[in-house]
């Protein structure tokens, strides 16, 4: 009998478990996790008729694998848009609506763009000459900084694509890989020439098709945790769940590989599915695993505060906003939670969720929960400028935990994908240093590996 292990009880390691199972239903499959729950990232918090991510929040819907997924697991009427509404960047202490029709930033209406008051007339001339622009001068990989700084300018890039994009890395959009991240703007590019021309298109397209512009993000009624949930009690009955047990090696064996802190019984194959600093314990002998070990990731911590809507002394106009880098503040957006994502409060109040981790600023490592905590409501008073204090406040850090996908990723990716082939046979990895960071990507990554790698056996 097959004997595949799968380390981490992620949502990416419960995936593949789900799909392996299903597909392989006389093979015995043992999911490792060294934690004393499944889910890792995700955690939702459900108390007195909140509904509140502590994790990550929602996904993006157009990523199809997450809601085939969830429809799988019986979900699917358990699935929630968000409610659309203006969005602000916070610039030089005021609040600046993103002009309508931007596309992550990229204004695709002349209008609205014309009439934004976040960008001086000489930034805007600047990033409407990209029309004429040829794509940028290099068939390879670029940092999406560099990229997009060519095509728009610098006043564009400081006050609104990158304080747009950088909150969904965390990381510094001048050293991360556009390949690896958007690859849909470089084909873009390609194809049409410019940002401008491509996005232009693209709404063109929107428009020809009819499709009005809706909520592009998802979320459960009963939180993303309820994925989880529904993955472990629909878990096909070839697969053991382990908690609480770390796999501290890796040893390979004539047999396949033999993982220290479980049953030690040989398996066939093994996949793994942990984040990049955990190769450390099991491949530091190996140096072609040195890049994929020392992966650059970035910290953050996320405050979410609940409030007593009567005593809640700030307008909420919109869904929140984003803040550009050179602001003297830790702080870098924040969601107004109870008006994008209604479904998760209590009608009597509020929920703000407050990021905070800048690239290149360690007060997210170097401070305690408590002094975080204070931190950030000190700050979110100012910026929104109210003085009504939480009921609750609910933080998580993130310490060291979002891959950086740097310029050269994917070939970094392929490099030791064809080395681990050939010196390490039954070994598959997938999961967030591989490709994707988001929670579609990783069960995107589950689906391909058992459809491609196992379903024909
Ligand atoms: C701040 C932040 C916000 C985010 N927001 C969003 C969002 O809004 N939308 C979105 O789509 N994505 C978001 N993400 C990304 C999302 O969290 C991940 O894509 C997803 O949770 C990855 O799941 P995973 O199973 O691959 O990894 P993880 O959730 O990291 O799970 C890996 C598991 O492996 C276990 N493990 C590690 N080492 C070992 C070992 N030695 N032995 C056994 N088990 C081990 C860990 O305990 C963990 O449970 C966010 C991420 C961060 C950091």
Request: aromatic share 10%; charged share 20%.
């Amino acid at each position: 009998m097959n004997r595949v292990a799968i380390i981490g009880g992620g949502l990416t390691g419960l995936s593949t478990a789900y799909y392996l199972g299903q597909a392989q239903p006389s093979w015995q499959i043992d999911v490792y996790e060294k934690e004393s729950r499944f889910g890792g990232k995700i955690k939702t918090k459900r108390v007195d008729g909140y509904v509140v991510e502590v994790g990550p929040d929602s996904y993006l819907a157009r990523k199809q694998a997450m809601t085939d997924l969830i429809n799988e697991l019986g979900l699917g009427e358990t699935i929630v848009t968000n409610a659309t509404g203006q969005a602000f960047i916070y610039n030089d202490n005021r609040m600046f609506p993103i002009p309508g029709g931007a596309i992550v930033g990229i204004p695709t209406e002349f209008v609205p763009f014309a009439k934004s008051t976040l960008l001086s007339w000489p930034g805007k001339f600047r990033a409407m000459q990209d029309y004429f622009k040829s794509p940028y001068p290099t068939d390879g990989d670029v940092s999406i900084g560099e990229f997009f700084r060519y095509h728009l300018g610098n006043e564009m890039m400081d006050k609104l694509i990158e304080p747009l994009l950088s909150g969904i890395y965390g990381g510094n959009i001048y050293e991360l890989s556009l390949d690896a991240t958007f690859p849909e703007f470089h084909s873009m590019e390609r194809k049409y020439g410019n940002m401008v021309k491509g996005m232009l298109a693209a709404r063109k397209q929107r428009g020809a098709s009819g499709t009005k512009p809706s909520g592009q993000f998802r979320q459960l009624t009963g939180g993303l945790e309820s994925i989880i949930d529904a993955l472990v009690a629909q878990m096909p009955s070839n697969v053991t769940l382990y908690k609480n047990t770390d796999v501290t090696s890796i040893e390979k064996v004539a047999a396949g590989y033999v993982l220290g802190g479980t049953v030690m019984t040989p398996y066939n194959e093994l996949i793994i599915t942990t984040p990049p600093q955990s190769y450390g314990a099991w491949f530091k002998e190996d140096s072609k695993f040195n890049e994929l070990i020392s992966m650059d990731l970035s910290s953050c911590a996320i405050a979410i505060m609940g409030f007593d809507r009567a005593s809640f002394d700030a307008p909420l106009n919109g869904t929140g906003f984003v803040i550009t880098r050179k602001c003297k503040t830790p702080l870098t957006a924040c969601t107004y939670i109870s008006v994008k994502w209604p479904q998760t409060t209590p009608e009597d109040r509020v929920v703000l969720r407050v990021f905070m981790g800048k690239p290149g600023d360690d007060t997210v490592q170097r401070l305690d929960e408590e002094s975080l905590k204070e931190l950030a409501l000190e700050e979110i008073q100012k910026i929104m400028n109210f003085t009504a204090k939480p009921l609750w406040t609910e933080l998580t850090r993130l310490n060291k935990s979002m891959p950086q996908y740097k310029v050269g990723h994917r070939d970094m990716i392929a490099r030791l994908t064809a080395y681990a082939n050939k010196a390490y046979p039954g070994l598959h990895m997938i999961g967030t240093p591989f490709d994707g960071v988001g929670m579609p990507d990783g069960v995107r990554q589950a689906k391909t590996l058992v459809d491609k790698q196992f379903s024909n056996r």
